[in-house]
């Protein structure tokens, strides 16, 4: 009688606790099916043909994000492209010749850190470095502040995907006479190549709805502008203009833009995802 | 007899100059490699480098009692971090608050509910969510969500908590929509799917064994999840937490849009206030005068550090963990 109580106190706990977290789930899906909903729903109402055509607006004046959009690609190519190779060099020191050895476990710590790091601190960082220097707000300000943040990513994953490269592979190439140099990279990158470029993959995905490091490095120009050392505008540094204006055709555009990150950042960590499972099979 | 002689040489003098070719590049890789890794750690060094330079002004003039003086006024250019580093700490634990239980909910339900068909589902949409830039997360929090919790729950919990002796102070004031509060909630939902994706990892380490045998002993699967599994991957469900803590005491835009950018300290969490990253985002370019701008950089310094400890133990948390998962298997 007594057991046969305790039994059910049990299971009634452990239906009451389940329940709980189902509900966490539901609870979890629904904050983030909202957010997408509104997020297409505002954004779709919000695109034209003019987006990709015309520049940012005066208040009051139809307009498209065209000048950001460039400026975005343009820091954002500027970025990968100094950081991804400094980025799977320190991600090949550590998984081929650091290893276990001291300098390399500093490393690796101060790289988890910067990869979590407020990436307002990064913005002060460059404005320190750069924007004091020069004395003016500039893309290449921009651009370096992204690249600060490309490299932690990029060293990350590249180290822990060289790590999964069997180490047979390295000694048969190895016992053939190639020296290490070449055994990396001939073999172990070639090997995780998938890998490494998930990795830029994730960091594009990164950087391109990073807001707080240009509000203070390439700032906003409302101009369509190539010059790499001038301000430039961004789609998220316009975003967050226009959504904190009163003016009612800027949110619409801000919504637009908000779409367009959202559509590029899922898109890319899709693409990550896939090449990472043909990777696996 | 000659020629295959000479042949011999030729072909071990070009070995030989290969050979010294090769360990020449080598060592040019290696060095490069290390030049890169090293540069890493020059980043890390220079943030804090130049942002304690670029904080000296600040610190000479205000000295320790900056980080615990209220006062941020532009014109007299008397400054103190107390109201933004308030800000920061209670939104971001509010955040999490509410964001641990449910996150570890999911991940329960991830791990051993959900049917098997809609595991990988789900977790690559948490995954793909927990990607989401925080901009967006803002203007969602700012167009959306701040002016529907203005007119339903926020006039709902005001009058909920107006009896209740402990709490009242808390949940006091006009409706504003945006506020304190309304930036933890944005956050907690932000900081969700990091939190239950780090979690699911750290259950799916525990060994099946262990597991099947509390199973086998006649327990439920609360209670196994309870007693068995969660003290197995507490420094791992921990750490995961503190690396999402890291991440909501930096976060920027999220905040921005809904806190409402006051300089104040009260005990409501309706009201508005700020949060470093806030503050640094919505004043360092209109800061006019080195000692305003000064004061901005010294609290991003302030916030480096208070992430750089939070960060720090979540990193030492997972490690340990990592080498454990590494021993068993």
Known sequence: ?281 | MADIALIDTTVTAKRAAAVRRGGFSDARFHGLTMIAAVIVLAIFGGVILSLTIGAMPSIKAFGLPFIWTEAWNPVTEKFGALASVYGTLVTSLTAMIIAVPIGIGIAIFLTEICPRSLRRPIGIAIELLAGIPSIIFGIWGLFTFAPAFQSTVQPWLIDFFKDIPALQDFFAGPPYGIGIFTASLILSIMILPFISAVTRDVFETVPPTLKEAAYAMGCTTWEVMWRVVLPFARSGVVGGAMLALGRALGETMAVTFVIGNAHHIHTSLFSPGTTISATIANEFTEAVGDLYLSSLIEMGLILFFITFVVLASAQLMLRALEHRAGGLS
Do not use: C
């Open chain 1, 1 to 281: 009688m007594k057991s046969s109580r305790l039994y059910r106190g049990r299971k009634r706990r452990n239906g009451f606790f389940l329940t709980l977290s189902v509900f966490a789930a539901l609870f979890g899906l629904i904050w983030l099916g909202l957010i997408l909903y509104s997020l297409f729903y505002n954004g779709f109402a919000s695109l034209s043909g003019t987006l990709f055509t015309e520049m940012t607006p005066p208040p009051g004046s139809n307009g498209g994000l065209a000048n950001a959009i460039l400026g975005s690609v343009l820091m954002s190519a500027l970025a990968v492209a100094a950081g991804t190779p400094v980025g799977l060099l320190a991600g090949t020191y550590l998984a081929e010749y650091g290893r276990h050895s001291r300098i390399a476990f500093v490393v690796r710590f101060v790289n988890d850190i910067l990869l979590s790091a407020p990436s307002i601190v990064t913005g002060l960082f460059i404005y320190e470095i750069i924007v004091m220097k020069m004395h003016h707000f500039s893309a290449w300000a921009g651009a370096a502040s992204l690249t600060v943040i490309v490299i932690p990513v990029v060293v990350r994953t590249t180290e822990n995907m060289l790590l999964l490269v069997p180490n047979g592979l390295r000694e048969a190439a190895a016992a053939l006479g190639a020296p290490r140099s070449s055994v990396i990279r001939i073999v172990t990158w070639r090997a995780a190549r998938a890998g490494i470029v998930t990795g830029v993959l994730l960091a594009i995905a990164r950087i391109s709805g990073e807001t707080a490091p240009l509000l203070f490095t390439s700032l906003n120009n409302q101009f369509w502008s190539t010059d790499l050392n001038a301000p430039m505008a961004s789609l998220p540094a316009v975003i967050f203009q226009f959504a904190m204006s009163p003016y009612e055709d800027w949110h619409r555009l801000a919504w637009a833009g908000a779409l367009l990150i959202t559509v590029t950042v899922l898109s890319l960590s899709i693409a990550a995802r896939i090449l990472e499972s043909s990777k696996r099979s």
